[in-house]
Every structure is written in structure tokens, then in C-alpha cells.
């Protein structure tokens, strides 16, 4: 074993010298190479991890070894049957991988290159969304709010009552007021272009992560429509009062309208949101204690003034 290790390592360390032993342009060309590939790969491998085109990456590579030890072992049989499969593999992968590509393209797309500046309408609507869920949780009314970004949604939902209105927190707080007379409270508010495109939409539920025993529908249905687009959707609890925040087929629980303000702008931002500076009220006693500073006179006049407007 050991013999075995040690032809290895020279090999290994003869391999290293002499691809170094070139001209140095040849050198930095092939590390550039290397260096990109590795990128790719490793963009790749996390566009598919955790969902289902993972599992079937892997069965692919395990199909490519079985395929690459049937032709070393001459098992002509079997080679011969992977090769069939494997002149397809562009075709098959196309077919399996269709949603995850749309979604990875998507990705790229409003990746950091991309990305537009916040502006005063994006900032608008996402400040409307908040104050909205957070009426909403409150006061214990359930809801799903969707938003659409690079994937359109036509094919993926069933579609309910076209709006095209501004994005208020008024108008969400009446869509979702449970009534026999509001057909539009049971499904989801769709905003697409920084509008309301349409209310009581229906999500696809999600598939095998949303087996969660504690999620309701509600929740399986965000995670269902995260899993197939890049949507972000907002889910209000109607038994708990909570907020969430679905992407990408996750889900992030237990949110408040601070911690959502935070989340949304992350992910559509990649920033925080902004902090509004609280306003410190100056105290009437500092006031007495510089007047007292100025003359005891005036500052004895300033406390009767200030008591006299209290009784008042």
C-alpha cells in the first residue's frame, strides 16, 4: 500500500512540475482556465442544492462512473446501453432540469451585475407590503402576498380576479378580510411591475419540502410557488399572528414587521432597510436648568408658564 501511495505522490509532484515548467503566459492562460471552471461548477452546485434536481445530479454522475468502469472492464453489454442513454443526456437533462434552469437563468440575470438601484416606487410597495402583513397579523387574518420577479407565474397558479391597482396597505387589508361577500380572501395577491396584477390567485403546493407537518396551507402553498420560480412571498399566519418570508423553496418563520422590512429589502436589495432615526424629545427640566443658568427670575417664570399650561 504503501508503494502504491509513494508512486502516486511522484507522479502527483512530476504532473505539478511539469505543467509550472512552461512559459509563464501558457501557465497563467491554464490557471485562468482551471480557476473560471471551478466558478462555474461551484455556481452550479449551489443553484441545485437542497432541491430536487440534486437528487437526480447525482444519480447522472453515478450513470457516468458505471458508465466509464463498464468500458474500462469491457463490459460490452452495458457500455453499450449507457452509451445509448448518455447520447441523450443533453435531451433528458433539458427535460428534467427545465424549472431549475429557468430558475437558475432567472438568478443570473438579476445577479450583482444586474441589479438595478433601489428606487422610490420599489421602496413604496415593499413599505406598503410590511405595514399591510403587519396589520394583518395583528389582528390574526390570514393572507399571501406574492411577488413576481424575473419568472412569470401565468403558467404555475390559477388565476383569479384581475386588478391592476396600486400596491396600498388599504386595499391589501380589505382583500384579505375573511367574508362570504370576498371571494379574494382564500387565494393570493400576485404583484407584478410594483401593482396588484390580480387577488384569490391559487398556488401549486409544495412538493417534498413542504412535508412539515407544522406548515399549513397557506405556507406549503408559498413554498410550493418559491420551488418553481423565483417568486418571494409574504405569508400571514391566521392561527398564530406570524409573519414569513418564502424564496427559493424556503422558508423563514416568526418574523415581525421589523425582521420582514429587513428580509424583503435583502433579498430584493441585497442592503438593509433603512433605520428611521427616532426623534428624542428634549426634557422641560434641562430647559429649567438653563434658563436657571441664564437667571433665576426667568426660569421662575418659564415653570409657571409650563405648570399653568399643564393644568390646562
Known amino acids: 500500500m504503501s508503494g502504491i501511495l509513494e508512486r502516486f505522490f511522484e507522479a502527483f509532484s512530476a504532473g505539478v512540475l511539469a505543467f509550472f515548467d512552461r512559459e509563464l503566459w501558457v501557465?497563467?492562460?491554464?490557471?485562468?482556465?482551471?480557476?473560471?471552471?471551478?466558478?462555474?461548477?461551484?455556481?452550479?452546485?449551489?443553484?441545485?442544492?437542497g432541491t430536487r434536481a440534486m437528487q437526480v445530479a447525482i444519480g447522472m454522475g453515478l450513470v457516468g462512473i458505471a458508465y466509464a468502469f463498464a468500458k474500462r472492464a469491457g463490459l460490452i453489454t452495458i457500455w453499450t446501453l449507457l452509451d445509448s442513454v448518455l447520447t441523450w443526456v443533453v435531451v433528458i437533462v433539458v427535460i428534467i432540469f427545465q424549472t431549475d434552469i429557468r430558475r437558475a437563468l432567472a438568478r443570473v440575470g438579476r445577479g450583482p451585475f444586474f441589479s438595478r438601484e433601489r428606487?422610490?416606487?420599489?421602496?413604496?410597495?415593499?413599505e406598503e407590503v410590511v405595514k399591510a402583513a403587519a396589520a394583518l397579523a395583528q389582528r390574526r387574518i390570514g393572507a399571501l402576498i406574492v411577488f413576481e420577479r424575473?419568472?412569470?407565474?401565468?403558467?404555475?397558479?390559477?388565476?383569479?380576479?384581475?386588478?391592476?391597482?396600486?400596491?396600498?396597505k388599504e386595499l391589501l387589508y380589505t382583500i384579505f378580510i375573511p367574508s362570504f361577500e370576498n371571494p379574494m380572501h382564500d387565494g393570493a395577491v400576485i404583484i407584478r411591475g410594483g401593482r396588484v396584477?390580480?387577488?384569490?390567485?391559487?398556488?401549486?403546493?409544495?412538493?417534498?419540502?413542504?412535508?412539515?407537518?407544522?406548515?399549513?396551507?397557506?405556507?406549503?402553498?408559498?413554498?410550493?410557488?418559491?420551488?418553481?420560480?423565483?417568486a418571494v412571498v409574504v405569508?400571514?399566519?391566521?392561527?398564530?399572528?406570524?409573519?414569513?418570508?418564502?424564496f427559493d423553496g424556503n422558508i423563514v418563520r416568526n418574523l415581525d414587521g421589523d425582521s420582514l422590512r429587513d428580509a424583503?429589502?435583502?433579498?430584493?436589495?441585497?442592503?438593509?432597510?433603512p433605520r428611521k432615526k427616532k426623534k428624542t424629545p428634549s426634557a422641560p427640566v434641562e430647559r429649567t436648568r438653563e434658563t436657571k443658568a441664564i437667571s433665576p427670575a426667568i426660569a421662575a417664570r418659564e415653570v409657571e408658564k409650563s405648570s399653568s399650561e399643564g393644568e390646562a
Open 119 to 126: 428606487t422610490a416606487q420599489e421602496t413604496g410597495v415593499l
Open 264 to 273: 424583503l429589502y435583502g433579498l430584493f436589495y441585497r442592503t438593509p432597510a
Open 197 to 230: 396584477a390580480e387577488a384569490g390567485a391559487f398556488l401549486p403546493l409544495a412538493g417534498t419540502g413542504g412535508r412539515d407537518r407544522t406548515l399549513g396551507a397557506r405556507h406549503r402553498a408559498a413554498i410550493g410557488i418559491t420551488e418553481e420560480s423565483d
Open 150 to 168: 424575473a419568472v412569470a407565474l401565468d403558467d404555475l397558479i390559477e388565476h383569479g380576479s384581475k386588478l391592476d391597482a396600486e400596491v396600498t
Open 235 to 246: 405569508v400571514v399566519s391566521e392561527e398564530r399572528g406570524a409573519l414569513s418570508v418564502c
Open 27 to 49: 501557465v497563467a492562460r491554464d490557471l485562468f482556465d482551471i480557476a473560471v471552471t471551478a466558478v462555474l461548477v461551484y455556481l452550479v452546485l449551489v443553484v441545485i442544492r
